[in-house]
């Protein structure tokens, strides 16, 4: 194949069903033949036009002529003693991204990335380490997430039922390619799952929130929160000076307003920086503003920021001060920890060892 034809090609997963079938009409075939193609594409996940077998040998070779699938790839896979799987996803231009299966008692979870690296640069995290290099496309977070879905059913015979965006970048700063990808995954066309089952977490951008309310969105909001006062928020998180807690209030009321859906609160706890109880009177009060709860999230060390994870002590004074006031807590332990697949890891450590 010429590098004149891999140029011409486009990638047919951009298309919607209306683009397809117009793109069948030139082509001089049946416009129901679209309705087929769409369903391998999304529905059976097809990695090639070959293995459209409805479709007859001359339509897939005037398809491949045309047009490309670009599946991610898994370069890699390392499993935890606690059975969560990290896995490098390999993009057709060589970028890699992380993508987590978390196993738990009475859910199995995905959490997928929406970009390569990420721009902000939140301490603690140390996909904020890396740069941006660029965002997903709506494709390449659902190949995610089909991918997870099959070492769900594979390793541990039980299907997924949740799907984070907690992975690598900012869900927000990709915000179209992102709702694109639940489409297709809620979507009967694609993987049917419930909105109600998937959580996208943001480090806060408060316009992109009011955004996700005005388009009613029906998935859930979680605000990477972590500190509840401005002064030790902007030390963190860098967004927050041009995102306050004010301002992040104010789109939460709206988007609560808007979709009547409670916030998810992400509080990792510091040693000695977030974790007193004058810390968590902040956290309660700021979760006043908003119908919410709380994830309190044990920290996981990395090579690049000198933060400690808080003692098990400060933890549960922290937590139980919260629940005395009527807050719903939840402690989220670490998963993952010993293959740096825990919350705020993600950097692409693991070696690539082609498993797939
Ligand atoms: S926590 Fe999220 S938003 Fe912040 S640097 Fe890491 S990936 Fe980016």
């Not at 007859?56 to 005037?62: D, I, K, N, P, T």
């Not at 997430?145 to 541990?156: G, H, K, S, T, W």
Request: include cysteine.
């Amino acid at each position: 194949m010429t590098s004149t034809a891999i140029q011409k090609q486009k990638d047919i997963r951009l298309l919607s069903p209306e683009q397809i079938k117009e793109a069948l009409v030139s082509l001089g075939e049946k416009p129901f033949r679209a309705k087929q193609i769409y369903e391998w594409l999304w529905k059976k996940s097809a990695r090639s036009f070959d293995e459209m077998t409805n479709l007859s040998v001359a339509l897939r070779e005037q398809l491949k002529e045309h047009f490309c699938i670009r599946p991610v790839a898994v370069a890699n896979q390392q499993i935890s003693s606690d059975r969560t799987i990290k896995s490098a996803f390999r993009l057709h231009d060589t970028h890699l991204v992380e993508g987590v299966l978390i196993p738990a008692d009475d859910r199995m979870t995905a959490c997928v990335s929406s970009q390569v690296g990420c721009s902000l640069t939140c301490k603690f995290c140390a996909t904020g380490y890396m740069d941006r290099k660029r965002n997903l496309d709506a494709s390449e977070i659902y190949d995610q997430v089909v991918a997870i879905r099959d070492m769900a059913e594979q390793n541990y015979s039980t299907p997924l039922t949740n799907i984070v965006y907690m992975g690598m970048g900012e869900p927000l700063l990709n915000y179209a390619n992102v709702l694109k990808s639940i489409e297709h995954i809620t979507s009967p066309e694609g993987l049917g799952m419930s909105p109600k089952r998937i959580t996208v977490s943001t480090a806060g951008i408060a316009k992109m929130i009011k955004k996700l309310a005005d388009d009613d969105v029906k998935f859930n909001l979680a605000l990477s929160l972590h500190a509840a006062n401005d002064v030790k928020r902007n030390q963190i998180m860098p967004i927050n000076e041009s995102n306050t807690l004010e301002a992040l209030a104010e789109a939460l009321q709206y988007f609560y307003q808007k979709t009547k859906n409670k916030i998810t609160f992400e509080y990792i706890v510091f040693y000695n920086f977030n974790d007193t109880l004058q810390d968590a009177e902040e956290l309660y009060r700021f979760t006043k503003k908003v119908p919410s709860m709380v994830n309190i999230i044990e920290y996981n060390p990395i090579k690049e920021a000198d933060f400690i994870n808080t003692e098990e002590d400060r933890l549960d004074k922290f937590s139980n001060y919260l629940r005395n006031k009527g807050v719903n807590v939840h402690v989220r332990r670490s998963r993952g920890k010993d293959i740096d697949a825990a919350c705020g890891q993600l950097a692409n450590r693991n070696k690539e060892e082609a498993t797939a």
